[in-house]
């Protein structure tokens, strides 16, 4: 079946510490993948993308991704984290040849900074 | 930027009721137009793609009946939920695909609404 999977519901960490948020997807062929980001009251942001070409993909805020076809993950990543990171996180999916916008979430994962 | 307008940010009615959700783009034509709805601790899913001026198409296990959209305007999408039940309570987004004008980031031109809260008692 196919599915978007963040295994962490729920991720602590101290300010200025890295980060790593998982991703596996379950798809037939590569989907293009995308990892958004939701502050509360605040509609979902997208950080960055992945369609194709250099599997580490550079983001804003600091943030960056590495595909990796191997594992099926596309995983979120940043070196220090500062306490405005603290949001939810989702990892999206569109599938290939399907319509642009049309995206399948993970069921996120909530990012809490410790100062 | 361009923005994505989703009121009411939280309602609460009474089971049998019918609740409308309006999404508006308000600063570029929404030519497609998409609601998703997020149980607690569960993904955002994909309950139906609509395009301004035809029908809204559905995902498998969606009830049109209940869950009736109507985008009959380039700006403004709105999602109604038909006699609420107290299973309907969930989180409702909307997102809105600008593919004429403005860009987002890295040109996918796809915007979200802040979501609504709907309680049913």
């Known amino acids: 079946a196919q599915s978007v999977t963040q295994p962490d519901i729920h991720i602590t960490v101290s300010e200025g510490a890295s980060l790593e948020l998982r991703c596996n997807y379950s798809?037939?062929?590569?989907?293009?993948l995308f990892w958004y980001v939701q502050s509360p009251g605040q509609g979902l942001q997208l950080l960055l993308k992945y369609f194709s070409g250099d599997t580490l993909v550079q983001g804003i805020k600091g943030f960056e991704a590495e595909f990796k076809r191997s594992q099926s993950s596309f995983n979120l990543r940043k070196p220090s984290v500062h306490w405005s990171d603290a949001a939810e996180y989702f990892c999206?999916?569109?599938?290939?040849?399907?319509?642009?916008?049309?995206?399948?979430f993970g069921r996120g994962t909530q990012l809490t900074v410790w100062p | 930027g361009a923005v994505v307008s989703q009121h009411p940010s939280w309602v609460i009615c009474k089971s049998g009721t019918s609740v409308k959700i309006e999404c508006r783009s308000l600063d570029f034509q929404a030519t497609t137009m998409f609601w998703y709805r997020q149980f607690p601790k569960q993904s955002l899913m994909l309950m139906a793609t609509?395009?301004?001026?035809?029908?809204?198409?559905?995902e498998q296990g969606v009830e049109k009946d209940k869950f009736l959209i109507n985008h009959a305007s380039l700006t403004l999408s709105t999602l109604t939920v038909t006699s609420a039940h107290p299973e309907d309570s969930s989180f409702y987004i909307c997102s809105a695909r600008d593919s004429i004008g403005a860009q987002g980031l890295w040109g996918e031109k796809l915007f979200f609404g802040s979501g609504t809260q709907l309680s049913v008692l």
């Open positions: 798809y037939g062929a590569t989907p293009y």
């Open positions: 999206a999916v569109r599938p290939r040849g399907s319509t642009l916008g049309r995206l399948y």
């Open positions: 609509s395009n301004e001026g035809s029908k809204a198409t559905y």
